[in-house]
């Protein structure tokens, strides 16, 4: 016994290191399966606090190009609304209105971290679920897809962006309702990749590429880019498509949260059929 | 002894600030990432026992790992550069020996013996974070290339650091 116990104290480093290895890569491993070692990421309190106050720093600087954005948007969202169209038939709007039935609200949110180097990347956003966040919600700005909420805390939620590698997003070529998958291969934070694309369409560059009816997370015909450049397969019967996505993940500062409120019917109605 | 520590308590903050702060918000071209914050490791001195320079190398690993939602990823690179460290050191031991009260400077051994220790140990931490982070071989020259570009930019800041903090004349101090 006594032999055992020096033996183990003469690798005491050895073993040490081990368990600190064995420690690391079961955070490493719970990562993913989210609810799990969540104090270690950028939602908890100490991290998201130091973000926001580093963030509202930095978003002077950027007041400018923020202004520019929102007025833009603001111009387009007067725009469609009722008040702008003339009333050429009166009778079908209202019919229209007391048809449809809202199916998504929009929360907007400031982007407190984020970044676009990594092969792995996330934002930090300061809405919680204190403020109706659940994990799994879209995540877009006026111009284009970000990425889906991931872990939520009481006031943060952290994002996984489309610079992703989990991130794989159903998508569509809107000229042809032709369906791929949208995924980013790491490098440059402008281009993504879309496969499996069909070849009997005849694509051109500068078609647009927006999300697919499809998706359990976004909803249809959000803009996520244009086809900056396209390959066949070997076989010739599959396109690779390069994406420039038209939304600018450099610099985002203020993003909306869709909340799909048909979601939780669609889900519980797709989970009984698969149980039967 | 009391104010040794506390000097590296400060260090340990500043360090940790300046790469969650402002280092990792250096975006180059999506390849440069300089991981600063390995110095703290690099700079204990050369009496700290193996034990306690894993579990600095730990929590500085899990401070990052925090802030950049890498859970795990940076501590295992930590700790296995941490436990590495006392190796490396053995290694390149002069002949007398280390003067224990002493930490591992540019001017207290020399550029060349400061860029071998340095290098190895920052090679061992980039090495094992890129490839943890991208998790596969399968993207092997691209996770390499991305390595070796934070590789030279962390080894810059390091000299730079290094040149700052210290003068040459009373390496003594440390």
Redesign the interface.
């Known amino acids: 016994m006594r032999n055992l116990f020096r033996l183990f104290w003469k690798y ?2 050895w073993v ?2 081990i368990l ?2 064995v ?6 491993f ?2 993913n399966s989210f609810q799990k ?1 969540r ?4 939602s ?1 309190t ?2 998201g606090n ?2 926001t106050t ?1 963030n509202s720093i930095k978003e002077y600087f950027a007041l400018k190009e923020a202004n520019q954005l929102l007025s833009e948007e603001n111009a387009l969202l007067r725009s469609q609304s009722l008040g702008s169209y003339a009333k050429y038939i009166t009778t079908q709007t209202l019919v229209k209105d007391t048809f449809l039935k809202q199916q998504y609200t929009y929360i907007p949110a400031d982007v407190v ?1 984020s ?6 990347n ?1 934002l ?1 956003l300061n809405r919680g679920y204190l403020q109706g966040i659940k994990s799994d919600m879209a995540v877009i700005t006026s111009n284009g897809i970000v990425g889906y909420t991931k872990d939520v805390s009481a006031n943060f939620c ?1 994002v996984l962006s489309i610079l992703n590698k989990d991130a794989k997003i159903s998508a569509k070529i809107k000229r042809f309702d032709e369906l791929g998958s949208l995924i980013w ?5 402008r281009y993504g990749l879309m496969q499996d694309v069909g070849t009997h369409i005849e694509l051109l560059r500068g078609d647009t590429i927006v999300t697919s009816n499809f998706s359990d997370i976004f909803p249809s015909n959000i803009m996520i880019g244009t086809v900056a450049s396209f390959t066949k397969s070997e076989r010739g019967d599959f396109f690779t498509i390069k994406v420039k996505y038209s939304c600018n993940l ?1 610099n985002i500062t203020h993003v909306y949260l869709v909340n799909d409120i048909l979601r939780p019917e669609k889900k519980i109605l797709e989970e009984r059929s698969q149980h039967d | 002894m009391i104010s040794i520590i506390f000097k590296h308590i400060l260090r340990f903050v500043f360090l940790i600030a300046l790469q969650v702060l402002l280092l990792n918000n250096i975006q180059f071209s999506g390849y440069v990432n300089p991981y600063l914050y390995v110095f703290i490791i690099l700079m204990l001195p050369f009496a700290t026992p193996v034990w306690l320079v894993m579990l600095i190398s730990l929590l500085a690993g899990l401070l990052v790992d925090m802030f950049q939602n890498t859970a795990g990823m940076h501590a295992a690179a930590c700790v296995l550069m941490g436990y590495s460290r006392s190796f490396i050191l053995k290694l390149f031991s002069p002949r007398d020996g280390y003067a224990d009260s002493t930490e591992p400077t540019l001017h207290y051994l020399g550029a060349s013996w400061y860029f071998s220790y340095s290098f190895i140990l920052v090679f061992i931490h980039h090495f094992t974070y890129f490839f943890i982070e991208a998790f596969s071989f399968h993207e092997f020259l691209f996770t390499l290339t991305r390595m070796l570009f934070s590789l030279i930019f962390t080894m810059i800041l390091i000299f730079i650091s290094q040149m700052l903090i210290y003068k040459p004349k009373d390496s003594k101090r440390a």
């Open positions: 005491s480093n040490l290191f600190l290895e420690f690391c890569f079961y955070l490493i719970n990562n070692a104090w270690i990421n950028s908890n100490f991290a130091v973000f580093v971290n970044s676009i180097n990594r092969r792995n996330y930090t952290t291969e790491g490098g440059d934070y450099k």
